[in-house]
């Protein structure tokens, strides 16, 4: 199982500068060197209303732009409520990047309450995601938050 507790003091002391965007990088690049079974890891951000723009991430060249009325992102987005799919093909407005993702999980990152982006994991795994994933990784999320000026 995943030690999301070591990975939040891990992730913590690697975000040391308050700089949003070498934040994001590292995040993203911590998660998807250390949460096993992952193909994408990466943030979507709201640079205009309604729309999401492709920022740092590690996998394959994704899908820009999302807007909010589209797919498991969009949900996050429009609701600001962390969406857990275990099986994307039974999401039918589900935005396909990468053929090998099977399962999806996207919590949404809102500052003041104004919706900064999202974070998108995918697993090539379908059912990849528990509850205490989710868990764990909202409070990466967290972290990354606290240690980031995000405008
Ligand atoms: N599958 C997402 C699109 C983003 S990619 O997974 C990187 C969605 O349906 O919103």
């Not at 250390?34 to 979507?44: D, K, R, S, T």
């Not at 590690?58 to 962390?82: D, L, M, N, Y």
């Amino acid at each position: 199982m995943t030690d999301y507790a070591l990975l939040a003091r891990q992730l913590d002391a690697l975000l040391d500068t308050r700089d949003w965007l070498t934040n994001s990088a590292q995040a993203c690049a911590f998660i998807m060197q250390q949460v096993p079974e992952l193909n994408w890891a990466g943030f979507y951000l709201q640079r205009q209303p309604e729309v999401l723009s492709l920022g740092p991430f590690q996998g394959q060249p994704a899908c820009h732009p999302i807007p909010f009325s589209k797919g498991v992102c969009g949900a996050a987005a429009r609701t600001r409520e962390t969406q857990r799919v275990d099986d994307v093909h039974a999401i039918p407005d589900h935005i396909a990047c990468d053929a090998a993702s099977q399962a999806e999980l996207v919590i949404p990152i809102v500052v003041n309450d104004r919706l900064w982006g999202v974070l998108d994991l995918d697993s090539p795994s379908r059912g990849r995601f528990s509850a205490d994933d989710q868990a764990g990784l909202e409070a990466l999320v967290k972290v990354f938050i606290e240690r980031s000026d995000l405008a």
